[in-house]
């Protein structure tokens, strides 16, 4: 048998194989299409999916209908009329039934960290509006993580929809969940929010390789992690090496290694030296980031009415990480710097007269540092006591930095082909875009990045789709050289948009805190992208 022989019988053997077990499964749909999805109004219905080859499909929701071919690859596309907004609905795909299908408008969200951000992480300024509220005419879903070098994904790994319910919200993004509120309320109709973010990626990774011609570097970039073992010995290496460091830094932690550890309430620190937390001088060593770990330990005085109770620590925000004791008990721990510190101190750990706080922490790579201007108190029902910024303060473990890890995440061309194009047979009625933190340091180049990625997208999804970009908000102090860098990007970000022709500019940089890369308001700019949506709808 000659060699095309031999080429020909493997290709048919697969594709039989295939074609077995689709048929064994029977008809599947694409993931984005589930329970509890919305469907884009005013605009064809197209549903996909796979099933054996030959195979007839047939669709039915409300009065519409309409029917497909499985081809030899066993993919099918089914198209149906239009429909107005309106649901709840059941969809029928031959012995699948689908449930709570709504039709609305439905939007592509999709950045970084900002458009990543819970409700959880925003509970401070907005837990009035939070709790309580329901909505089920808003439908949210989270695309997985995922990124890939060589050829786009075919599909996301399946997620569900979810219903803007109590029980649901806190895991929504802040942003989206004020948007699709917002804009429901004022609508009357269903909304969709598909929210493909991760937080700390660049615009590169967010476009497709012929996308970024003329960004050769990139592209040769993403060409070597292609070699998919390649990429996993890089990432077993650094997490070994990661490991190492961590078990060095505990095991050169006296604080941890001692007959009585260092958050022990009847250590004697009275040797310790005191510093203020905010001060630069315990956080470097010889001029150098003194990285590895710090102790600091402080007394507060309780009165009677606090004995017993249930209470909250806050503790701002820290660089990097931190393990927080009260009266020698473990009370939280945060791994990296940016969420706020917010402890539940368990009813019957605090007592009258001296309480005992004492906070480890770690620094992996740059100057350790307590965040200014953030809340440091106990808070017990309605009373605080806020904290001096004065500690009693000794030396843990001396390391050197942390080592590096390759995040793949941000390689180029990897999300788009690991969430974006997976999402292509799904039609929306726009892109929100929240992202740029990550490409402060070149933005030179971040309007042309951002032009070709909107110019990408709608290769993908149509010609027609309009961008919403949502401007950075101000960050750093003004007195940080730092902050004339963040101004270019938005004039990059007004510059791409300017350009585009079909897209909107949402002013954001007006909520910024300058200590605080994550800022809390997240409504405002969602009020301000509903009134662009709206008034784009009327045009």
């Known amino acids: 048998m000659n060699t095309q022989h031999l080429l020909l019988r493997l290709v048919l053997t697969v594709a039989l194989a295939v074609g077995a077990m689709v048929s064994e499964a029977g008809v599947r749909l694409s993931p984005l299409f589930s329970d509890g999805m919305v469907l884009q109004r005013d605009r064809t219905i197209r549903v996909t999916g796979y099933a054996a ?19 030899p690859d066993g993919r099918w596309t089914v198209e149906m009329r239009p429909m107005k907004a309106g649901g ?44 309580g509220y329901e909505n089920t005419r808003v439908r949210y879903l989270k695309v997985p993580y995922s990124y890939e070098f060589g050829a786009p994904s075919e599909n996301m790994k399946p997620e ?55 960004f050769p570097e ?25 490991q190492a460091w961590s078990g060095r830094l505990y095991e050169a932690d006296p604080g941890v290694n001692c007959d009585m550890p260092w958050y022990d309430e009847s250590l004697d620190d009275s040797s310790w030296e005191t510093v203020d937390m905010f001060d630069r001088e315990w956080a470097t060593r010889r001029g150098r980031p003194a990285n590895g770990t710090h102790w600091f330990r402080q007394d507060v005085e309780l009165p009677s009415s606090w004995a017993g109770k249930e209470a909250v620590l806050r503790l701002g925000c820290m660089v990097d990480a931190d393990s927080v004791y009260v009266n020698g008990r473990f009370v939280g721990t945060t791994s990296y710097q940016y969420p706020p510190r917010v402890y539940n101190i368990p009813a019957g750990l605090l007592r009258e007269g001296t309480n005992r706080i004492t906070v480890r922490l770690f620094s992996y790579g740059g100057r350790p540092s307590f965040v200014r201007e953030k809340p440091y108190k106990l808070v017990c029902g309605d009373s605080e006591i806020s904290l001096g910024s004065k500690w009693r303060y000794r030396v843990g473990a001396q390391m050197p930095p942390s080592p590096s890890s390759t995040t793949f995440q941000n390689i180029p061309v ?18 929100a875009w929240y992202q740029g933190e990550s490409n402060v340091g070149r933005w030179g180049e971040y309007a042309e990045l951002l032009g070709i990625m909107m110019k990408d997208w709608r290769r993908t999804f149509g010609s027609d789709l309009p961008f919403y970009v949502i401007e950075l908000a101000d960050f750093l102090a003004p007195d940080d050289p730092g902050r004339a860098a963040w101004a270019e990007l938005r004039k990059q970000q007004a510059a791409a948009v300017k350009a585009d022709g079909n897209a909107t500019l949402i002013k954001n940089s007006d909520t910024g805190e300058w200590n605080d890369i994550h800022p809390l308001d997240k409504k405002t700019p969602a009020e301000r992208l509903v009134k662009a949506v709206t008034d784009n709808s009327q045009t």
């Open 160 to 214: 569900p929809w979810k219903a803007m319910t109590e029980d649901n919200v806190k895991g929504f993004s802040a942003l989206c969940y004020f948007f699709g509120r917002i804009l429901q309320e004022k609508t009357s109709v269903p909304v969709g929010i598909v929210n493909a973010s991760w937080g700390g990626t660049p615009v590169e990774a967010w476009i497709s390789e012929e996308g970024l011609a003329d």
């Open 88 to 131: 709840p609905y059941a969809m029928r795909v031959n012995e699948l039934t689908l449930k709570d299908v709504m039709v609305g408008d439905v939007f592509l969200c999709s950045g970084q960290s900002n458009m990543e951000l819970t409700v959880a992480r925003v509970m401070d300024k907005y837990a009035d509006m939070v709790e």
């Open 218 to 242: 990139y592209v040769n970039l993403k060409s070597v992690y292609e070699d998919t073992d390649m990429a996993a010995q890089t990432a077993r290496a650094e997490r070994r090496l990661q």
């Open 53 to 71: 080859p030959g195979e007839k499909i047939n669709i039915s929701i409300a009065n519409r209908k309409g029917n497909a071919v499985a081809g």
């Open 414 to 431: 990897g999300l788009y082909n690991g969430m974006i194009y997976p999402l292509r047979n799904y039609t929306f009625k726009g892109v």
